[in-house]
């Protein structure tokens, strides 16, 4: 069975105005070799942003095959990513969560 793939690279290109941060590339490929996802994603390196990036791609891509089981796998690898890139730079969910809950006060608040 031959699909439509969209190939994820990481970098960035001008297009116009705009900067992308990543280019998708539109390819043909042969279903039967690919896994779990219809898109070739980049591996990402664990506990640098590139594994939060890659595991980002891969719950979008779930989403696209209407796949609810594999959503929740890939954001439980991305919770799993972010916690390590963390760690990296001595920090932890509950630093995120106090800056996640001032984001959501300053919103209520009006006040940014």
Not at 39 to 61: R, T, V
Request: aromatic share 8%.
């Amino acid at each position: 069975m031959v699909s439509e793939n969209v190939h994820i690279l990481n970098g960035s290109t001008q297009q116009g105005a705009q900067s992308l941060d990543c280019l998708l590339v539109k390819t043909w490929k042969n279903m039967e070799n690919n896994g779990y996802h219809l898109s070739h994603i980049e591996k990402g390196i664990l506990g640098e942003f590139s594994k939060i990036e890659e595991e980002f791609w891969e719950a979008k891509d779930a989403l696209r095959q209407e796949n609810p089981i594999m959503v929740l796998t890939e954001l439980s690898d991305l919770l799993g990513a972010m916690k390590e890139y963390l760690k990296k730079y001595n920090m932890s969910l509950v630093d995120l969560e106090k800056m996640q809950q001032a984001t959501e006060r300053a919103f209520k608040n009006g006040r940014r």
